[in-house]
């Protein structure tokens, strides 16, 4: 036991968490498969991967793809990404219909092709155009919505306090907010403490993301920027079970035990086993080989970076499912 008080649970709206550790919505990595794999491992909120809102709508079918659920899920968090209000308020409504708990709106992705279409952090240079998207996507839907930011455009326009405001003022239930700018990129370290200002803006809750890795920075970010919860992003990759472990030792519940070889073996193989049929064989063993790799990187870290070098590079050249999982299965005894 840590001797910390422990944080009770966290409600968005109506909604009921079942813990402080969320993780992030992530393009490329939180499909189906991964979001499965976290909620097994005990992770209570996993949201999608951004799901563009005017293709949604109208159906594109790897578009929709993004936004699958399963009853297996019991959160289901869709992340809307896009600039026309009428198109983020019909997908919406269709993630609703499809049984999203939630749905977050994105407003921090810094990519060109995504600010360049005016969506993700470019709103964050277009308050006005953020609160039309806002208000049209809570006035549909009768599930909470939430707003995902980073602190500003760049270090001179940190708006994300106003930005807050605008989101609660317009029905948002809660944000998130990456404590970086969108000039930053992923550079630099995120600024935890900045995210004070938004936690002091609104009454909504605040989740903090950006670095956040472990208990220990788990606990100096949530410290540092007074937030209700914690997102986590890349510290996820290769191990899913991380955010449920996390949020086990911030419960007061204790340090989660080491997991065994065997059952993250066992973990893996599931993953891999329900991408290949999400999927199918051939794009379902391209997409799980970034996996691959994570896991891998994880598993043998006591081992040589020449050795795990090796290891991915053989495993990931292999094309046939069945002797994937017969060359990993001997590799991860061998690393154990
Ligand atoms: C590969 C990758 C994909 C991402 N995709 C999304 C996305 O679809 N939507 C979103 O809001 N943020 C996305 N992000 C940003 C993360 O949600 C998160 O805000 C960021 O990685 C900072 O958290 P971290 O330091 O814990 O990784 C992505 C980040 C990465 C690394």
């Given at each position: 036991m840590s001797g910390q008080a422990p944080i009770p649970p966290l409600k968005i709206g109506s909604v009921a968490l079942g813990g402080r550790v969320q993780i992030a919505p992530m393009t490329g990595v939180t499909d189906l498969p991964f979001r499965r794999a976290a909620v097994r491992a005990g992770a209570s909120y996993v949201a999608t991967e951004m799901v563009a809102s005017a293709d949604f709508a109208k159906g594109r079918p790897d578009i929709v793809r993004k936004a699958a659920g399963g009853d297996d899920l019991p959160l289901m968090v869709v992340q809307l990404v896009g600039a026309d209000p009428l198109a983020m308020a019909n997908a919406a409504k269709l993630a609703e219909a499809a049984g999203a708990h939630l749905i977050d709106i994105n407003m921090g992705c810094p990519a060109k092709e995504v600010v360049g279409v005016r969506s993700g952090a470019a709103l964050m240079r277009d308050l006005n155009l953020a609160e039309r998207l806002i208000a049209a996507t809570t006035a549909v839907v009768s599930v909470p919505v939430t707003v995902k930011m980073r602190l500003g455009w760049d270090p001179c326009t940190q708006v994300a306090p106003h930005l807050a405001e605008i989101a609660a003022r317009n029905g948002a239930s809660g944000v998130t907010v990456h404590g970086r700018t969108r000039s930053q990129?992923?550079?630099?370290?995120?600024?935890?403490?900045?995210?004070r200002d938004v936690v002091r803006a609104v009454a909504i809750p605040v989740s903090v993301n950006g670095d956040i890795v472990d208990v220990a920075s788990a606990r100096a970010a949530l410290s540092a920027s007074g937030a209700a919860a914690v997102m986590m992003g890349r510290?996820?990759?290769?191990?899913?079970w991380a955010a449920g472990a996390i949020d086990q030792a911030l419960a007061g519940q204790g340090d989660a035990e080491a997991r065994s070889q065997a059952d993250i073996l066992e973990a893996v193989l599931v993953h891999f086993a329900e991408t290949l049929r999400f999927y199918g064989d051939g794009l379902g063993l391209k997409i799980f080989r970034k996996h691959l790799g994570w896991y891998v990187e994880r598993a043998c870290s006591a081992g040589t970076a020449e050795g795990r070098r090796a290891a991915k590079a053989r495993l990931c050249r292999i094309e046939n499912p069945n002797d994937l999982v017969a060359d990993l299965s001997q590799f991860w005894r061998d690393a154990a």
């Open positions: 990129f992923y550079s630099g370290n995120a600024d935890w403490g900045a995210v510290g996820v990759y290769g191990q899913p």
